[in-house]
């Protein structure tokens, strides 16, 4: 689906309005379906530039290509088309973990070769028993987010094990004694989820204990068994997406929700194709 970004797009790049720059594929992981309004992935992993590109003028499609690289892992759901980035700055969207062993945490377990990970083959289990709340907290995961605004966002990629979630809480600590929760209610339901949670709610939400800034010292997340029987959550990403000083030019220019998704294997190099149709 072309966005209403990337008609505007290619508007001005006809009207030579916009300078010619290469193109980038952006993948994800999201599920929700393409929809006009869209400015980016809903959970993105990463973007690759297009190395070649062609046109199919007897069905209006351009086919572009990009490689994805040896390094990666994923399931692939969701795939975007982008122009070439302008100069990034520190506030710009990025992850914060990809929860790959590489952070510290004081409960919960890394799970490699996860079944139920879409990045990397490795997630982080938190299990809680019925009725009691267990938190995890990270050991030195620093993120100076203060100069994002109450139209950012931070996005969390999670799968519920099971019907018996209460509830998440994201926590953003400035030290141990300021931060921020955040709460995430159970779906009831088993399977994949992300949530996009903007700061304006995080610091609205009535849960702040202390003083906190967005000058974050370390992560929490607390995950709440219902009174019946135990539960377990398997956390596969969180990023933060920079939203209020999104430039048209840098928007998604077309956003496709993939009905069989890709198997990126590591250890491999893979060629992804972006066809875009202009009806």
Do not use: C
Not at 23 to 40: E, L, M
Not at 154 to 173: G, K, P, Q, W
Not at 258 to 271: H, M, R, V
């Amino acid at each position: 689906m072309i966005t209403n970004v990337g008609k505007r797009h290619m508007l001005n790049y006809i009207a030579n309005k916009l300078p010619d720059r290469s193109r980038y594929i952006g993948i994800g992981i999201g599920s929700t379906a393409a929809n006009v309004s869209d400015t980016k992935l809903e959970f993105e992993i990463n973007k690759y530039k297009v190395y070649t590109s062609y046109i199919d003028y007897a069905n209006n499609t351009i086919i572009m290509k990009a490689e994805l690289p040896i390094q990666l892992s994923a399931t692939i759901t969701e795939i975007g088309l982008f122009p070439g980035s302008s100069a990034m700055n520190a506030y710009d969207s990025k992850f914060i973990t990809f929860f790959n062993n590489d952070v510290i945490w004081s409960n919960g377990t890394y799970i490699d070769d996860s079944a139920v990970s879409k990045i990397n083959k490795t997630s982080f289990k938190v299990t809680a028993n019925s009725g009691a709340s267990v938190l995890a907290k990270s050991s030195s995961l620093p993120a100076d987010m203060t100069g994002y605004s109450n139209d950012d966002s931070l996005s969390i990629a999670f799968y519920e094990n099971d019907t018996n979630l209460d509830y998440i809480e994201l926590v953003l600590y400035s030290s141990d004694n300021n931060y921020y929760t955040y709460r995430i209610e159970g779906a009831n339901t088993v399977g994949h989820r992300v949530v996009q949670i903007p700061f304006s709610s995080i610091i609205t939400q009535n849960n702040t204990t202390g003083s906190p800034t967005l000058n974050i010292e370390n992560f929490g997340l607390r995950v709440k068994a219902n009174s019946s029987t135990n539960t377990s959550v398997d956390f596969d990403g969180l990023r933060v997406n920079d939203n209020d000083t999104f430039v048209e030019e840098n928007g998604i220019i077309s956003r496709a929700v993939l009905a069989t998704p890709i198997q990126k294997e590591f250890g491999s190099l893979l060629d992804i194709e972006y066809r875009l149709v202009v009806d």
